[in-house]
């Protein structure tokens, strides 16, 4: 039953006053590892707003009973319109964020007033190496500093007060391999950063870092080096990397291995061990560089101690990874009632598809459930978790392509997942997509771009309407409440397409998450009934926080379509996505009623192309280069989203010069589209252009149906 309006504003005001330890404008002089431990219920001082990375506020000011009364009170544009993925932070009356190409934004957080902005000029080239568009998490708070991870690899030091630069710090192996767009983690007064970069020639590792002065203090590497140099280089974790090496085969260290550690960072306390997720082995196809084995420590959890950095245990998720599922997502620490007994567990739901309830102390497997439909594997050993691999996905093997579920964006990618402790259940963004999986023949590492070994050309969009259309209607994305201790789902909303927003929770009985329509909703916590929306104007892939100034709650959610699912499935990119990317940052609190200006109009291309004049091997050739080269920017089948440019549509097309002077020449390095002469000659960038014209030329054809 529902209370009376009074009754509910009685309550509201009530609670008001309940939400405790709000941030009063000088009141606190920096962020302690105290505060990190137990952070004031008014602020959300890192990733996960604490260190278990649960994404539960206390505060109910804001609750399922007015929740119909939130209202915008400030918002701010964003100076660049490519993804937007982070989630803000709030300290002592001042909102931080990050936007796209690792800029940082600081607010009056009860006024939405610029305070101060820092642009730390990540090169526009440094996109060739980023997967998955310019994107950023968000910073970390620790003393009197704001540190964030910038794209090209920096990790940066800026004073909270002003944003000037204390030090920075270039903390990857290289230019060419490696990107950072995590937000990094401060752990007992030691900064905490991975990277990205599995599908190049990277090597993953997670490192802590001296908040004064940027110096390393201790690195764990996720994939062993060559065993002819031997290990002792690796310290105290010499023996981690010999047994890791016994599960690799061939050369592995040639290409690096992959398991890079680009998102997921929890530290427990209580064992005072840092878990960490890792990415896939690369190449994906193993048969590409030879190896064999369960290529630790790759799509796996890692716990290492805080203090060192010394293993102490390790999961695999996904042995013998060979479908890009990352273990990158969010590892959620909560004491939970199993068997009747408490257990002190992590729980997490990576890619592959399965839901695990591990031990946090040991690492042991408690359970592993799938949420989403799964063919990869069979089922999971009760008592080890170790999946029983379906021998058809082992596509290197049969020479067949493999249409995988989940696919490679994962049953969840990177979206935050939440967890309240009143409810018990887990709210898990998910993806129900589906991926092709063929090996490429005969193929070789390049000195440059991607190398996952396989045939994207093979296995792309046909230019079928029927197929297009059925790959629509199987594309499809829900909201999971994940009953934890029932391992079954308490409640799901479906929702139009994939890649929608991560998740907040509060103790308000309330769920809040933005979709890729462009919604912000909230929901019940305990039964998913819908009760408040606001239209965003495009769609949302980040997580949504909240927090209280002077006894009123707020919460902020930055918008704006992109990642990964925007720059590399084409067609299907913004399939139930709001079709703009429009990146500003709301707040909303309660009574507010501010608005927001009316959005841009829809531009609508028309396919004009030059007629297609080359041959069906020139176009065959181009496709299979183009797949391996371009795709992940441009789209597959050469369709791109919102981000990038649609090359169907390019003026450059029409001429060989101008295509070669691009992709050869660089003439739009400055913009990110370095040279790719180091892996493309003039006939090859003509073969490209050939393949563009003719895509371009059938779905002319399509249109006009």
């Given at each position: 039953?529902?209370?009376?309006?009074?009754s509910r504003?009685?309550?509201a005001?009530?609670l008001?006053?309940?939400?405790?330890?709000?941030?009063?404008?000088?009141?606190i002089?920096?962020v302690t590892?105290?505060m990190?431990?137990?952070?004031p219920?008014g602020?959300?001082l890192s990733?996960?707003?604490d260190?278990a990375?649960?994404?539960?506020?206390?505060?109910?000011q804001?609750?399922?009973?007015n929740?119909?009364?939130?209202?915008?009170?400030?918002?701010?544009e964003?100076d660049?319109?490519?993804?937007q993925?982070?989630t803000?932070l709030v300290h002592d009356g001042?909102l931080y964020v990050?936007t796209?190409?690792?800029?940082?934004?600081?607010?009056?957080a009860k006024?939405?007033?610029?305070?101060?902005a820092?642009?730390?000029?990540v090169?526009r080239?440094t996109?060739?190496r980023?997967?998955?568009?310019?994107?950023?998490?968000?910073v970390?708070?620790?003393?009197?500093k704001?540190?964030?991870?910038?794209?090209?690899?920096r990790?940066?030091?800026?004073?909270?007060k002003?944003?000037?630069?204390?030090?920075?710090?270039t903390?990857?192996?290289?230019q060419?391999?490696y990107?950072?767009t995590?937000a990094?983690?401060?752990v007992?007064?030691?900064?905490?950063i991975?990277s990205a970069?599995?599908?190049y020639k990277?090597?993953?590792?997670i490192s802590?870092y001296?908040?004064?002065?940027?110096?390393?203090?201790?690195?764990?590497?996720t994939?062993p080096?060559n065993?002819?140099?031997?290990?002792?280089?690796?310290?105290v974790?010499k023996?981690?990397?010999e047994a890791?090496?016994?599960?690799?085969?061939n050369?592995w260290?040639?290409l690096?291995?992959g398991g890079?550690?680009?998102?997921?960072?929890?530290?427990?306390?209580?064992?005072?061990?840092?878990l960490?997720g890792t990415?896939n082995?690369?190449p994906w196809?193993?048969?590409?560089?030879?190896?064999?084995?369960?290529?630790?420590?790759?799509?796996?959890i890692?716990?290492?101690?805080a203090?060192t950095?010394q293993y102490v245990?390790?999961?695999?998720?996904?042995?013998?990874?060979r479908?890009?599922?990352?273990?990158d997502?969010?590892?959620t620490?909560?004491d939970?009632?199993?068997?009747?007994?408490?257990r002190h567990?992590a729980m997490?739901a990576p890619?592959?598809g399965h839901?695990?309830?591990?031990?946090?102390?040991t690492g042991?497997?408690?359970?592993?459930t799938p949420?989403?439909?799964?063919?990869?594997?069979?089922?999971?050993?009760?008592?080890t978790?170790?999946p029983?691999?379906?021998?058809?996905?082992?596509?290197?093997?049969?020479?067949?392509a493999f249409?995988?579920?989940p696919?490679?964006?994962?049953?969840?990618s990177?979206?935050?997942?939440?967890?309240?402790?009143?409810t018990g259940y887990?709210?898990?963004?998910?993806?129900?997509?589906?991926?092709?999986?063929?090996?490429?023949?005969?193929?070789?590492a390049g000195?440059?771009?991607?190398?996952?070994?396989?045939?994207?050309?093979a296995?792309?969009m046909?230019?079928?309407?029927k197929?297009?259309?059925?790959?629509k209607v199987?594309?499809t994305?829900?909201?999971?409440a994940?009953?934890v201790?029932?391992?079954k789902?308490?409640?799901?909303v479906?929702?139009?397409?994939?890649?929608?927003g991560?998740v907040?929770?509060t103790a308000?009985?309330l769920?809040?998450?933005?979709?890729?329509?462009?919604e912000?909703?909230a929901?019940?916590?305990?039964k998913?009934?819908k009760?408040?929306?606001?239209?965003?104007?495009s769609?949302?892939?980040a997580?949504?926080?909240?927090y209280?100034?002077d006894?009123?709650?707020?919460?902020a959610?930055?918008?704006?379509?992109?990642?990964?699912?925007?720059?590399?499935t084409?067609v299907?990119?913004n399939k139930?996505?709001?079709g703009?990317?429009i990146s500003?940052?709301?707040v909303?609190k309660?009574?507010?009623?501010?608005?927001?200006?009316?959005p841009p109009?829809?531009?609508?291309?028309?396919?004009?192309?030059?007629p297609?004049?080359?041959?069906?091997?020139?176009?065959t050739?181009?496709?299979q280069?183009?797949?391996?080269?371009?795709?992940?920017c441009?789209?597959d089948?050469?369709?791109s989203g919102s981000?990038?440019?649609?090359?169907?549509?390019?003026?450059t097309?029409?001429s060989?010069?101008a295509?070669?002077?691009?992709?050869?020449?660089?003439q739009?390095?400055?913009m990110?589209?370095?040279?790719?002469k180091?892996?493309?000659?003039?006939?090859?960038?003509?073969?490209?252009?050939?393949?563009l014209?003719?895509r371009a030329?059938?779905?002319?054809?399509l249109?006009?149906?």
């Amino acid at each position: 039953m529902r209370m009376s309006f009074v009754s509910r504003m009685v309550a509201a005001s009530a609670l008001a006053l309940a939400a405790g330890a709000v941030a009063q404008s000088g009141a606190i002089a920096g962020v302690t590892e105290a505060m990190l431990r137990n952070v004031p219920a008014g602020e959300w001082l890192s990733y996960g707003r604490d260190y278990a990375e649960q994404r539960f506020s206390p505060l109910k000011q804001v609750n399922e009973y007015n929740v119909d009364q939130l209202g915008l009170a400030w918002f701010a544009e964003m100076d660049t319109a490519r993804g937007q993925e982070a989630t803000p932070l709030v300290h002592d009356g001042v909102l931080y964020v990050t936007t796209a190409w690792s800029m940082v934004k600081a607010y009056d957080a009860k006024t939405g007033k610029p305070l101060w902005a820092f642009d730390p000029k990540v090169p526009r080239s440094t996109l060739y190496r980023a997967c998955c568009d310019a994107v950023n998490r968000g910073v970390a708070l620790y003393g009197d500093k704001v540190f964030v991870a910038a794209l090209d690899g920096r990790l940066i030091a800026l004073d909270q007060k002003t944003g000037s630069v204390i030090w920075s710090k270039t903390v990857v192996a290289n230019q060419t391999d490696y990107t950072i767009t995590g937000a990094p983690r401060v752990v007992k007064g030691r900064v905490l950063i991975g990277s990205a970069g599995s599908e190049y020639k990277a090597r993953g590792s997670i490192s802590a870092y001296d908040p004064e002065t940027g110096k390393e203090v201790w690195r764990f590497n996720t994939v062993p080096g060559n065993p002819a140099q031997g290990f002792g280089k690796e310290g105290v974790n010499k023996a981690a990397h010999e047994a890791a090496a016994k599960t690799w085969g061939n050369k592995w260290w040639e290409l690096g291995g992959g398991g890079t550690v680009w998102d997921s960072i929890t530290y427990d306390p209580e064992t005072n061990l840092v878990l960490f997720g890792t990415g896939n082995a690369e190449p994906w196809n193993p048969a590409a560089n030879g190896r064999e084995g369960d290529s630790l420590y790759t799509s796996s959890i890692v716990a290492v101690n805080a203090d060192t950095g010394q293993y102490v245990w390790h999961f695999q998720e996904t042995p013998e990874d060979r479908w890009d599922f990352d273990s990158d997502q969010q590892i959620t620490v909560a004491d939970v009632m199993i068997g009747g007994q408490k257990r002190h567990v992590a729980m997490h739901a990576p890619k592959n598809g399965h839901v695990y309830v591990l031990d946090v102390k040991t690492g042991k497997f408690i359970s592993g459930t799938p949420w989403v439909p799964v063919n990869w594997a069979t089922g999971l050993d009760p008592e080890t978790g170790r999946p029983s691999i379906n021998p058809e996905a082992r596509y290197e093997k049969t020479g067949k392509a493999f249409i995988s579920l989940p696919g490679a964006v994962g049953a969840h990618s990177w979206q935050p997942q939440s967890y309240s402790p009143k409810t018990g259940y887990l709210y898990i963004p998910t993806n129900l997509a589906a991926y092709p999986y063929m090996a490429a023949k005969d193929w070789k590492a390049g000195s440059f771009g991607w190398s996952i070994g396989l045939d994207g050309y093979a296995v792309a969009m046909p230019a079928d309407l029927k197929a297009q259309d059925d790959a629509k209607v199987a594309t499809t994305g829900q909201l999971v409440a994940w009953d934890v201790v029932n391992k079954k789902p308490a409640w799901k909303v479906d929702l139009l397409g994939p890649s929608n927003g991560g998740v907040l929770s509060t103790a308000g009985n309330l769920v809040f998450q933005g979709t890729a329509g462009g919604e912000f909703v909230a929901y019940t916590a305990d039964k998913g009934e819908k009760l408040w929306s606001f239209p965003a104007q495009s769609g949302i892939i980040a997580a949504p926080m909240t927090y209280a100034i002077d006894g009123e709650q707020y919460v902020a959610i930055l918008v704006g379509w992109g990642g990964v699912w925007d720059v590399a499935t084409g067609v299907l990119a913004n399939k139930g996505g709001a079709g703009r990317n429009i990146s500003r940052l709301m707040v909303f609190k309660l009574g507010a009623s501010g608005q927001l200006p009316a959005p841009p109009p829809m531009n609508q291309m028309v396919l004009d192309p030059p007629p297609f004049n080359g041959t069906l091997a020139q176009a065959t050739k181009g496709g299979q280069l183009y797949g391996r080269y371009c795709a992940m920017c441009h789209g597959d089948a050469a369709i791109s989203g919102s981000l990038n440019p649609d090359l169907r549509h390019s003026g450059t097309i029409g001429s060989a010069e101008a295509l070669k002077a691009i992709v050869i020449g660089g003439q739009l390095h400055e913009m990110g589209m370095v040279s790719f002469k180091a892996a493309l000659k003039a006939p090859d960038a003509e073969a490209i252009r050939m393949y563009l014209i003719k895509r371009a030329n059938e779905d002319k054809a399509l249109a006009s149906r």
